[in-house]
């Protein structure tokens, strides 16, 4: 009796490592679990960005071909995540902007969407943004996309020709995003519910490696934050903190965006900026509080790992980060008063072991992306 053949499934992402961004990692893990679970033969689809634009986002690492970034890739798997390597990774060409900050394809992607039984676009808005497909000229079975990033709030700061005022270019985008989403998608879903895309199903899709579960942890550092170091993502509330509490302290790792205020308050001490991460589960290890302001992320994953890691999380009030707020080591602030009381705290108190973080793991979020793609209906 012959093996019933495997789906095939591709999944389409905005990133790659050695970027380490949720869009990166995220895709990556949910590849490495499908494959995992045993119902899709899985192909990773990934940006090629021309080696004089690796510099922008890969720091000191740059290849000079497509092979070698994915053996890199698969190194990292296999000795960082200490995880089997047991998906394809496909490449398609692109492009980076300094402007918009992204990653854009420069080649037609529903040709590379060929033969599949399901294709997962992730941020497909943002694969699409400057591209024009209908769902109908996409060679493939399902397509459904997932929602990573509240992309009319991020990039409405970021089109400084169009004139119009903040909001105005927040409305224009989101129109723009929900028409390229109906066109290209069967299926949209979000991962978690942030004002303009509440019209989309929650599903929180996206998980956490092994890594990321310490047995132990002993803390001797306090707080830190992991992103980009951009003014979208309100980095600017460290200074506020930095003046009114003498005794706070924080380590930021991310791309250095070249912010002057940032730069200035590290010369004064007291801030450290320190670039990307590598291992960032054995590097931010020591840590006891993550600090993040954002508010652009659909779902964060930097705070998930943070609470996968019983580290205290210091975060706004906001749809974006309704779903971290039943876990015992999250606070949350509305104010820049309150800001100050959570930092007060965290300095005063150690973080409870909290059991419920354990359905924060890949295999969970998996289970629930696969369970929800079986209840959508045939197109």
């Known amino acids: 009796m012959t093996a019933k053949a495997l789906m095939k ?104 969407l060929k033969g599949f039984d399901l294709a997962l676009l992730e941020e497909p808005e943002h694969l699409f943004f400057f591209q024009h497909a209908r769902r109908q000229e996409i060679p493939c079975s399902l397509v459904v996309g997932i929602l990573h990033t509240n992309y009319p709030y991020y990039f409405k700061n970021r089109f400084p020709l169009l004139p119009l005022s903040r909001k105005a270019k927040g409305v224009l985008l989101k129109k723009y995003f929900f028409y390229k989403l109906s066109h290209v ?51 600017d509330k460290f200074l506020y903190c930095l003046a009114h509490r003498p005794q706070f302290e924080i380590d930021v790792y991310g791309p250095d965006a070249g912010l002057a205020e940032l730069q200035h308050a590290q010369k004064a001490g007291r801030l450290v900026l320190l670039g990307e991460l590598i291992n960032p589960a054995k590097s931010l290890a020591p840590y006891k509080a993550f600090i993040n302001p954002s508010v652009s992320e659909v779902y964060c994953t930097t705070t998930a ?66 369970n929800h793609i079986d209840s959508i209906p045939s197109v």
């Open 305 to 370: 790992e943070a609470l996968a890691m019983q580290k205290f999380v210091i975060l706004p009030a906001g749809h974006g980060n309704e779903c971290f707020y039943k876990y015992s080591n999250c606070l949350i602030y509305r104010s820049q008063e309150e800001l100050l009381k959570r930092i007060d705290f965290v300095l005063s108190h150690q973080p409870e072991h909290d059991e419920a973080v354990k359905e924060l793991c890949w295999k969970a979020a998996t289970r629930r992306l696969l």
């Open 185 to 235: 998608c069967d299926a949209v879903i979000a991962l978690n519910a942030p004002v303009g895309y509440n019209r989309f199903p929650v599903v929180h899709t996206n998980g956490l490696f092994d890594i990321y579960f310490p047995t132990r942890t002993k803390h001797y550092k306090t707080f830190y934050f992991i992103g980009k170091v951009i003014k979208e993502k309100n980095v």
């Open 9 to 112: 499934a591709v999944i389409v992402t905005t990133a790659a490592l050695p970027w380490f961004t949720g869009t990166s990692t995220n895709p990556l893990g949910r590849a490495i679990s499908m494959a995992q679970l045993g119902s899709y033969a899985v192909t990773l689809l990934i940006p090629w960005v021309p080696r004089g634009q690796q510099k922008y986002i890969f720091k000191n690492l740059t290849f000079k071909t497509c092979e070698q970034q994915r053996l890199w890739i698969e190194a990292y798997v296999k000795n960082v995540l200490t995880m089997p390597v047991n998906i394809n990774i496909g490449f398609y060409k692109a492009v980076y902007s300094q402007s918009l900050k992204s990653i854009f394809p420069i080649e037609k992607l529903k040709h590379q």
